[in-house]
């Protein structure tokens, strides 16, 4: 099979979109703690130009986010600072995707990929918020309120289709309240059409719909 391929070198010239630059994805959250990735990474973006990367499983138990100690929950941000403390110091922002479920959270046991990632809607959504909150209070105040995140929701998505309920209203809006008010300071912004959940009106049973980000 032979491939031909013609160029016109007379025709108006038209700009090349890096699009590839703005975002490079990788598996989860666990993997970013290792030498051999923060390596690979490191000479990706000297050589690519990326400015962004994305990976699930930044809630997952593997990180120890947020643990259940008796009736007590545990919250730490240890190995995600290790991770986006690395990722700054070579000039690049991670796209923050709130998921998975913790175990200590979740309203059921439904897993998905090999390393077992809880796809279930939180028992508690009071609980989810507070989360989310102190995890964007705590990035904010350790980096200095300087730009240097941006959004994205991955909760729910990667599971069987129809299997993860929506997030009902008060979650979205807690979350939601929280980030407009990081990017009235400067501090989050928005990649393209990743963004956090929002909820659509017109629902009478509180539970609210997501919409596509």
Same mark, same amino acid.
């Given at each position: 099979?032979?491939?031909?391929?013609?160029?016109?070198?007379?025709?108006?010239?038209?700009?090349?979109?890096?699009?590839?630059?703005?975002?490079?994805?990788?598996? $989860?959250?666990?993997? =970013?703690?290792?030498?051999?990735?923060? =390596?690979?990474?490191?000479?990706?973006?000297?050589?690519?130009?990326?400015?962004?990367?994305?990976? $699930?499983?930044?809630?997952?138990?593997?990180?120890?986010?947020?643990?259940?100690?008796?009736?007590?929950? !545990?919250?730490?941000? $240890?190995?995600?600072?290790? !991770?986006?403390?690395?990722?700054?110091? !070579?000039?690049?922002?991670?796209?923050?995707?709130?998921?998975?479920?913790? &175990?200590?959270?979740?309203?059921?046991?439904? &897993?998905?990929?090999?390393?077992?990632?809880?796809?279930?809607?939180?028992?508690?959504?009071?609980?989810?918020?507070?989360?989310?909150?102190?995890?964007?209070? $705590?990035? !904010?105040?350790?980096?200095?309120?300087?730009?240097?995140?941006?959004?994205?929701?991955?909760?729910?998505?990667?599971?069987?289709?129809? &299997?993860?309920?929506?997030?009902?209203?008060?979650?979205?809006?807690?979350?939601?309240?929280?980030?407009?008010?990081?990017?009235?300071?400067?501090?989050?912004?928005?990649?393209?059409?990743? &963004?956090?959940?929002?909820?659509?009106?017109?629902?009478?049973?509180?539970?609210?719909?997501?919409?596509? =980000?």
């Amino acid at each position: 099979m032979t491939t031909r391929f013609t160029c016109d070198f007379s025709a108006k010239p038209e700009a090349l979109p890096h699009f590839w630059e703005h975002c490079v994805g990788s598996g $989860h959250a666990t993997l =970013a703690l290792r030498a051999d990735w923060q =390596a690979q990474l490191k000479q990706c973006r000297e050589a690519l130009g990326f400015r962004h990367v994305r990976f $699930h499983g930044l809630l997952d138990d593997d990180m120890n986010t947020v643990i259940e100690q008796g009736d007590e929950l !545990i919250y730490s941000f $240890h190995n995600a600072d290790q !991770i986006y403390d690395f990722l700054r110091s !070579i000039d690049m922002r991670p796209i923050v995707e709130l998921s998975f479920m913790p &175990t200590a959270l979740a309203s059921g046991d439904q &897993t998905t990929f090999h390393y077992k990632a809880n796809v279930t809607p939180p028992a508690d959504y009071g609980q989810w918020a507070t989360l989310v909150s102190k995890a964007a209070s $705590h990035w !904010i105040d350790r980096h200095h309120r300087q730009p240097c995140f941006a959004t994205a929701s991955g909760q729910g998505r990667n599971g069987q289709p129809g &299997t993860v309920q929506a997030p009902r209203r008060g979650q979205c809006a807690a979350v939601s309240h929280r980030r407009e008010a990081c990017q009235r300071q400067g501090q989050v912004e928005d990649a393209g059409r990743a &963004t956090l959940p929002r909820c659509r009106r017109g629902r009478s049973d509180g539970r609210g719909v997501a919409d596509e =980000a």
